[in-house]
């Protein structure tokens, strides 16, 4: 039996620092299931889920000394999830946006003769910018707000109403 089992997790992150791998493999023990479900509520890829999984121990380990203990171990163990999330995500968008660059001209719908279809007739001059900006452009919704001089809630509304109404279009309803 390990003498380190019954100490909190935060006791085990300094000793951790300390030079202790065995309370690093408690820790791991502790928390690798609740780190693969965080994953998984986020990530269908079994995949991606691992090497994010593998990616926040390794850098659980690189950064073990800048660990505070003042603070909870779950939080700053979960804030390392997030940010292999948010560069998983980020790198994903620019392997995206780098294939899209190489499709042909010929299988790119222009945004211009995408809003003149007959489904975007429905649709206010606002709502045709505000989709334009948002899905062609890849403007946030702050950006969008700026654009179109209204709030960045209203300008979400106005997308949202927009979609709304080309759902409805592209179903046989009238909206």
């Known amino acids: 039996m390990n003498p380190y089992n019954g ?3 935060d006791k085990l992150m300094v000793l951790y620092q300390k030079g202790s791998s065995q309370a690093f493999e408690i820790l791991h023990e502790r928390h690798k299931s609740r780190v693969i479900t965080y994953l998984s509520k986020r990530i269908a890829d079994k995949n991606a889920q691992n090497e994010i ?3 926040i121990f390794l850098k659980l380990h690189r950064k073990r000394d800048l660990y505070n203990p ?3 171990f779950a939080k700053w163990l979960y804030t390392i999830c997030r940010s292999e999330l948010v560069d998983y995500f980020r790198l994903k968008k620019m392997e995206t946006v780098q294939w899209d660059e190489h499709l042909h001209a010929s299988e790119q719908v222009p945004t211009k003769e995408l809003i003149e279809l007959e489904d975007f007739k429905t649709l206010t001059s606002d709502e045709k910018k505000a989709i334009s900006l ?3 452009s890849d403007q946030d919704f702050s950006e969008i707000s700026e654009t179109l001089g209204t709030s960045a809630a209203n300008s979400r509304k106005i997308v949202s109403r927009g979609i709304a109404k080309l759902r409805a279009a592209l179903a046989g309803e009238k909206k």
């Open 134 to 136: 948002r899905y062609y």
């Open 70 to 72: 003042d603070f909870l």
């Open 53 to 55: 999984f593998q990616n």
């Open 7 to 9: 100490l909190e997790d």
